[in-house]
């Protein structure tokens, strides 16, 4: 997976949010790191004109499917894929807050 180009460098090698969510481990919390970052994802994506892809986040959020939280980190990696480059990189960043802390601790 990309890297985020903003200098800073990730200490974990990126996953996606959905691989990334399927892998917790005991002590970890990732449905509480996802919970954490989906409104900052959504402030990014509506500052850099994407509104379009923020309601698509919200409606995830608001969703009653099966497992509503894999269903919100779908929805993160499919709008990484639509969103320019620039909105891009600034959410990897925030996955990368996610998967270099997944006690969900801020």
């Known amino acids: ?12 090698e990126l996953k996606p949010m959905e691989k990334w969510l399927q892998e917790e481990e005991d002590g970890e919390c990732r449905p509480c790191c996802i919970a954490v970052i989906i409104g900052d994802y959504q402030k990014v994506l509506e500052d850099n004109g994407h509104s379009e892809l923020s309601e698509e986040l919200a409606s995830a959020v608001g969703g009653d499917g099966d497992d ?6 779908k929805a993160m990696d499919r ?3 639509l969103a320019d480059k620039e909105t891009r990189q600034k959410l990897l960043g925030l996955d990368c807050i996610a ?8």
């Open 1 to 12: 997976m990309e890297e985020p180009e903003d200098g800073a460098q990730c200490s974990v």
């Open 68 to 73: 509503p939280i894999l269903e919100v980190a």
């Open 79 to 81: 709008v990484k894929k």
């Open 99 to 106: 998967q270099e802390n997944p006690s969900g601790r801020r």
